[in-house]
Each structure stands twice: as structure tokens, then as C-alpha cells.
């Protein structure tokens, strides 16, 4: 049964820094894509960042210098490294797997998804 377990979420202030972590079991880790999505009240789901089986990272606009998405096969763990928040990312924060495809935009292509943890950033 494929896990995905995510960890890390807090509430801090604008300008703050975050750390999210997802730990994966029961899938073959190293040949999957690995994404982050967040989700806000009210509005759609979002692809934030995704790094392929490959180590190659993608990221969505919003966050292009301020968050870094890692893996660490040895470990099945993905993390997502997030500087210089904003009220604007304040949100729940999901990762996923993907078996084929690796992209950042509607999420469709991900096969597994973790339950989310909440990041909050206030002003």
C-alpha cells in the first residue's frame, strides 16, 4: 500500500521559512516524479514544484526563487524548502507521486497524494 506522509506545516510570519517534508513507502521511489501542490480555501488546487525521477526540479512561477523541492532516494523522503513566504502561500500543502509525467500545473497526471499539511503565513 503506497504511504505518503507530510509533515512540516506551522503558521509563521510574512518573510519566514518553512520546511515540508513527505516520507513515502510501498512504491518504487527512485523511478517515480514527486510534486508539491497547495490548496487554499475557495480556490483550485495549484503545482507548486516537482522533481523527476532524474533530480531535474520544475517550479510554478509564484514560487521560482523562493522554494526548493528536493528528494532524497535514500531516505524516501521529498522536501520543499520555502524562503521569503508570503500571505499568498498560505495554504494546504499536498505531495504526490506520479509514475509517468512530471509536471506542476493541474496534478492529473499523479497517481498518489498524501493527506496535506497546512502552512499559514500571516502579514
Known amino acids: 500500500q503506497v504511504q505518503l506522509v507530510e509533515s512540516g506545516g506551522d503558521s509563521v510570519q510574512a518573510g519566514g521559512s518553512l520546511r515540508l517534508s513527505c516520507a513515502a513507502s510501498?512504491?518504487?521511489?527512485?523511478?517515480?516524479?514527486l510534486g508539491w501542490f497547495r490548496q487554499a480555501p475557495g480556490k483550485e488546487r495549484e503545482g507548486v514544484a516537482a522533481?523527476?525521477?532524474?533530480?531535474?526540479?520544475t517550479y510554478a512561477d509564484s514560487v521560482k526563487g523562493r522554494f526548493t523541492i528536493s528528494r532524497d532516494n535514500g531516505e524516501n523522503t521529498l522536501y520543499l524548502q520555502m524562503n521569503s513566504l508570503k500571505p499568498d502561500d498560505t495554504a494546504m500543502y499536498f505531495c504526490?507521486?506520479?509514475?509517468w509525467g512530471c509536471g506542476v500545473s493541474t496534478g492529473a497526471e499523479y497517481n498518489y497524494w498524501g493527506q496535506g499539511t497546512q502552512v499559514t503565513v500571516s502579514s
Open positions: 504526490a507521486a506520479a509514475k
Open positions: 522533481i523527476s525521477r532524474y533530480f531535474i526540479p
Open positions: 510501498g512504491l518504487s521511489y527512485s523511478t517515480v516524479c
